[in-house]
């Protein structure tokens, strides 16, 4: 049998590859920029109050996903320092990227006198949607994956050849969880903006960026299990799990928190644009 896997690279600008994904990952930050804008103005905020925050948020993401992914897997990193530099051999996490972008937005929200909360139920379905967009920018450069499967197996699951073949990895045919987290993190997507949509006001300020941390950090505790690439704490400790758990126990306890203070339902907190935290 001759499989025939995807090319990672798209095309050669200058001699230089352009890997597929990183056209995946743009443009799925571009599109969640876009979205996230137009449901600012609908929401009463500017929608360059979403680009500026992008303009240094964008860059401190990736340069958080880069150090939290080098923090927990240093030793390759001492023995050979400029690979530190080198994010074209891949080495981005998305955990950290979230941890630095978040740090941003506390000071940009309370330097522009922004409701916090406001911003983040904003943007938070749309970065659901970029992280189901960026996982196939996984599958482009053939990583993570998860471990051993059959063939027959993948059959099963009814998934389009390109799939099957691209999931041939060092001799073995592996689970295809960039493709279970896309899925869930779509799902989510979709699920969150009908709610918004249709069930208005059963959401507090907020919810909807608690909905998001409980429903990503749900599916990505399990996923993480399933993955043969992950960062480990100590021992048998998953970083992503460790604070998928943290990040889900810790949403709820903020939601029940906020709901003890009487928080303003959603509808009622789109006409406030004073930082709140």
């Not at 993948?154 to 998934?159: D, E």
């Not at 799939?163 to 699920?191: A, C, H, K, V």
């Not at 100590?234 to 928190?257: K, P």
Request: glycine share 8%; with cysteine.
């Amino acid at each position: 049998m001759i499989l025939s896997q995807v090319n990672r690279v798209a095309f050669e600008l200058f001699g230089l590859p352009v890997y597929w994904y990183a056209l995946i990952i743009v443009s799925s930050i571009i599109l969640a920029m876009y979205l996230s804008s137009r449901e600012a103005q609908r929401v009463g905020m500017k929608a360059d109050d979403v680009y500026d925050f992008m303009l240094i948020g964008l860059p401190l993401a990736f340069v958080g996903a880069r150090i939290y992914y080098i923090i927990f897997d240093i030793q390759p990193y001492l023995a050979d320092p400029i690979q530190i530099f080198n994010i074209r051999a891949g080495g981005l996490a998305i955990y950290g990227g979230l941890i630095a972008g978040g740090a941003w937005l506390i000071y940009f929200c309370y330097k522009n006198y922004i409701d916090i909360w406001k911003f983040l139920d904003i943007a938070a379905p749309n970065v659901l949607l970029a992280q189901a967009i960026g996982r196939w920018g996984n599958f482009m450069n053939h990583e993570a994956f998860g471990g051993k499967t059959t063939l027959d197996f993948l059959q099963q699951l009814h998934l389009p050849k390109f799939i099957i073949e691209n999931m041939y990895i060092d001799g073995f045919y592996r689970q295809p969880t960039f493709l279970y987290e896309s899925l869930w993190s779509i799902t989510g997507f979709i699920l969150i903006i009908l709610l918004r949509k249709y069930r208005t006001s059963m959401f507090k300020q907020g919810e909807i960026a608690l909905s998001y941390c409980i429903w990503y950090s749900f599916g990505r505790f399990f996923i993480e299990g399933m993955r043969t690439d992950s960062l480990y704490l100590f021992g048998s400790i998953r970083v992503s799990q460790l604070l998928s758990a943290i990040l889900f126990f810790g949403a709820f306890a903020v939601g029940y928190y906020r709901r003890k203070q009487n928080i303003s339902d959603y509808t009622r907190s789109l006409g406030s644009n004073e930082f709140i935290i």
